[in-house]
Nanobody, 117 residues
Framework: VQLQASGGGSVQAGGFLKLSCKAS???????????MGWYRQAPGKQRELVAD???????NYQDSVKGRFTISKNNGKRTVYLEMNSLEPDDTAVYYC?????????WGQGTLVTVSS
């Protein structure tokens, strides 16, 4: 299984980006039954959870992104998304996708998001 993240880029404050993370080689039942998460790591800071989505469909967000970010998934495409609206300079970081299957923990390679003021 490999996680391939994409969608990062450079935007101005107030802009929008949609990150995608495709889980190649993961069988459908495993994908459906897994917890999905997006983390980020800003320069000089520790990696932090941005949002996660349980297998039951419950989502959880870091306070700083509530109301601006939305996590979702497409089971058929084995892909998890992070829609980011009203981006702020403090959102600048490398974003990582994560899938916890219960047996293993998979990470994507990271995609850089840069928000300028």
């Amino acid at each position: 299984v490999q996680l391939q993240a994409s969608g990062g880029g450079s935007v101005q404050a107030g802009g929008f980006l949609k990150l995608s993370c495709k889980a190649s080689g993961m069988i459908l039942s495993t994908f459906i039954g897994s917890r999905m998460g997006w983390y980020r790591q800003a320069p000089g800071k520790q990696r932090e959870l941005v949002a996660d989505l349980t297998s039951g469909g419950a989502s959880n967000y870091q306070d700083s992104v509530k109301g601006r970010f939305t996590i979702s998934k497409n089971n058929g495409k084995r892909t998890v998304y992070l829609e980011m609206n009203s981006l702020e300079p403090d959102d600048t970081a490398v974003y990582y996708c994560n899938i916890e299957t219960g047996c293993r923990d998979y990470w994507g390679q990271g995609t850089l998001v840069t928000v300028s003021s």
